[in-house]
């Protein structure tokens, strides 16, 4: 709906959901699906990402998150960016740095010329993630 209506979420739900899975333990199993198909669809939206930009020779940075680091929109649609930002400079300006999706940096520039691809999470560290997460067993409460 936020894409849809062009409105920026208040909640950075995939960031959430990565966070929630690193750190807390689910035991709602319909909670534990949702967030399970979050991690899953946006582990395979990074992959087939990175696979364009590899085949496509586009150079691509890792760049870790640093803690408390906040999530990241893209500065022209406001959808929320993860684990692969496009960056540009302000006007070649080398401390004002812009976050895009990939659409709005494409559409700035087809071939991504003047753009910066960083990766802040490497593959093997969302597979982790993903599969350390697992349904949590209901408490039992007497």
């Known amino acids: 709906w936020n894409e849809v209506k062009n409105v920026k979420s208040i909640v950075p739900m995939i960031h959430v959901s990565w966070n929630v899975a690193r750190t807390v333990k689910i035991s709602d199993p319909d909670l534990f699906k949702m967030i399970k198909f979050c991690l899953l669809q946006s ?28 999530a990241y929109y ?10 692969i930002l ?44 993903y599969d350390a997460f697992t349904l949590a067993p209901a408490s039992t409460s007497r």
Request: hydrophobic content about 30%; glycine content about 8%; proline content about 1%.
């Open 86 to 129: 496009f960056v540009t400079s302000e006007n070649g300006s080398r401390n004002t740095y812009l976050v895009h999706c990939e659409g709005c940096a494409r559409r700035r520039s087809a071939g991504l010329q003047g753009v910066v691809v960083l990766e802040q999470y490497r593959t093997e560290e969302l597979a982790q993630a």
């Open 43 to 70: 582990m395979k939206h990074c992959q087939v990402q990175r696979e364009s930009l590899v085949r496509a020779g586009k150079k691509i940075a890792y760049q870790g998150r640093v803690k408390d680091e906040p």
């Open 74 to 83: 893209c500065n022209e649609c406001d959808v929320e960016v993860f684990n």
